[in-house]
């Protein structure tokens, strides 16, 4: 099975969610991915999102498109991304999703193309955060023929019958937006329960809500309703924080993951 099929699997077995820790390749430093990647495997986490940067983030809030305008500055590039992940894939357990926009995938000869350099490299499936449901075609059959997950994202402005359509779409699991506008961290708990249930009337497929979470209580709360919590700017501000400061942000990073696994833990003994 599928390492991202598996997690939902195993999870919905087990009664437990998942977390879902977003990292920006080529950020804090440019050869971060073989220190964070087993790392957040050790510290929780139940599959790893990869962002690979690009020049024009769409919905990225001020604190992923910083770190994304960085790496890219210091030479981070998806060849080098499948470097870093190939060389720790043996470590590592479970799943690692990329994050990429489709004018990248376009720029490396296109869904097969990029699909298969991805997977060889130990890539297990994708988000694809701008590509639209109708145009899924090419990028469904790439992801089929390699044995890898198509995540697309659900806008909290869809109509539940779109909404249904993009989580049918979707392999592994749809990406829940909580809240509109860019991702960044926030005081407040979206309120998801009407959002997922209206969803899981007539979709299977399990779903992932981020945008905006930062702390376990979060994470326990977007729990009660989702398959699985994402967490991305919290996580990708103290990293580059704790390395400004001359910190050990592979130390910072397992600290982080692990304080909100336990939002999973107090869900279990509800």
Known sequence: MNRVNAVFSRAREEGTSA???????GSPEVDSLPKLLPALQSAGASLIEV??????????????????HVALEKGIAPTRIFEQVRSVRDQ??????AMV??????AMGGAESFVKKATDAGFDGFIFPDLPLDETEDYRKACAQHDATMTLLISPSSPTARAVEIANASTGFAYLLARAGVTGERSDVPDIAERVRSIRTKSKTPIACGFGISTPEQV????????????G?????????????GGD???????????LATGLISMENL
């Open 233 to 245: 700017s919290a996580l990708v501000r103290r990293l580059i924080e704790t390395h400004k400061s």
């Open 220 to 231: 326990a709360e977007i729990v009660k309703h989702a398959d699985g919590a994402i967490v």
């Open 249 to 259: 942000y592979v130390a910072e990073a397992e600290l982080v993951v692990h304080e």
């Open 92 to 97: 590592l357990d479970i799943a690692v999703v």
């Open 51 to 68: 962002g690979f940067p690009y020049s024009d983030p769409i919905a990225d809030g001020p604190t992923i498109a910083a770190a994304m």
């Open 101 to 106: 926009s489709v004018s990248i995938v376009t």
């Open 19 to 25: 977390l879902l820790p977003f990292v920006c390749a």
